[in-house]
């Protein structure tokens, strides 16, 4: 491990504006998300998994909490939620109804 630049790198984060972190913590969230064309359909899902947006956001409304959920998918980490909270927030149209679509095809 490079302690080193990690020293460094909290300098730098506590150095900056309320704006700037803001803006860090954004772009590191946008991170966590990913959508590739062929993989879950090419749907947002947490970063290197087929963890779909979607699929989180419908246990969710079906009742499941955060400690559900990470027990059911043992990979994810609360970070990971919390992205995809903050994802679903800005793209909640295009969740729905991803979410209505697979709805109306299980039944």
């Known amino acids: 491990m490079n302690t080193?630049?990690?020293?460094?790198l909290v300098q730098i984060t506590v150095a900056l504006t309320p704006e700037e972190n803001t803006l860090l913590q954004e772009k590191l969230l946008a991170r966590a998300i990913q959508s590739t064309?062929?993989?879950c359909g090419g749907y947002a899902r947490i970063r290197n998994t087929r963890?779909?947006?979607w699929t989180l956001v419908s246990f969710r409304h079906q009742g499941?909490?955060?400690a559900?959920?990470?027990r059911n998918y043992p990979t994810l980490t609360s970070l990971d939620l919390n992205a995809a909270w903050i994802y679903y927030d800005a793209h909640s149209a295009e969740i729905d109804t991803i979410i209505a679509d697979h709805n109306s095809e299980a039944e």
């Open 4 to 8: 080193q630049l990690v020293d460094s």
């Open 37 to 39: 064309p062929g993989v």
């Open 51 to 53: 963890i779909p947006i």
């Open 64 to 66: 499941a909490d955060e």
């Open 68 to 70: 559900e959920l990470l």
